[in-house]
Structure formats: structure tokens, C-alpha cells
Nanobody, 124 residues
Framework: QVQLVESGGGLVQAGGSLRLSCVASGRTFSNYAMCWFRQAVGQAREFVAAITRTGGTQDYADSAKGRFTISRDNAKNTVYLQMHSLKPEDTAVYYC?????????????????WGQGTQVIVSS
């Protein structure tokens, strides 16, 4: 089992920045590819960003490109999502997830473990 705990969410004005963190425990963190998804009220969960086990490759949703950066520190068992130029439409609960398979990083069905989420609210 892998336990994932997100933090760093909050209320921010449009144009502001936040950095989300997700700390993993239970298994060897570097064995897992990691990602961030988000879910707004009344909407389906959507892919935001993913990173490979070594951190060498990142993938982003079009909505995140140029504004968000995913990174990881395997020594700290932590994955981050740095978010800049936030917009009201970024308001959502943000979830981190872990998977063993390197395939299909944007497919939620590939992920084995999920955190409980952290709320991000962007005011206009």
C-alpha cells in the first residue's frame, strides 16, 4: 500500500500562485510514476500533470501548460505542483496519485493509489 497526503491548497486571488505537495509513504516512492488530477464541483476528474519515476519526463494538460510545473524529490518522497497565473477556472480539489505502470499518464484508471485531495479556490 501507498499512502498519499496532499497539502498546500487554499484561497488565492486570480493571478496568484500556489505550490501543492504530496507526501508518500508505505512503499518505495521512486518505483511509482506520479500525477496530479483535479475535480471541480459537478465536473469529472481531469488530468493536470504527470511525472515519471525518475522525474525525467513530465506531461501536462493543455490547461496547465506554461502555468503549472510538476516535480518530485525522491529523497523526500514528495511530488509537487507549482501553479502560477491561477484562474478562477482552476478552482477544484486537487488529487495526487501513484502508479506502477509507465503507460498512459493521463488516464486515471491506470493509477493504483490516490490521496484525499486538497482544495484550491481561486477568486476573481
Amino acid at each position: 500500500q501507498v499512502q498519499l497526503v496532499e497539502s498546500g491548497g487554499g484561497l488565492v486571488q486570480a493571478g496568484g500562485s500556489l505550490r501543492l505537495s504530496c507526501v508518500a509513504s508505505g512503499r518505495t516512492f521512486s518505483n511509482y510514476a506520479m500525477c496530479w488530477f483535479r475535480q471541480a464541483v459537478g465536473q469529472a476528474r481531469e488530468f493536470v500533470a504527470a511525472i515519471t519515476r525518475t522525474g525525467g519526463t513530465q506531461d501536462y494538460a493543455d490547461s496547465a501548460k506554461g502555468r503549472f510545473t510538476i516535480s518530485r524529490d525522491n529523497a523526500k518522497n514528495t511530488v509537487y505542483l507549482q501553479m502560477h497565473s491561477l484562474k478562477p477556472e482552476d478552482t477544484a480539489v486537487y488529487y495526487c496519485a501513484a502508479k506502477v505502470s509507465p503507460r498512459r499518464p493521463s488516464d486515471a484508471r491506470m493509477y493504483n493509489y490516490w490521496g484525499q485531495g486538497t482544495q484550491v479556490i481561486v477568486s476573481s
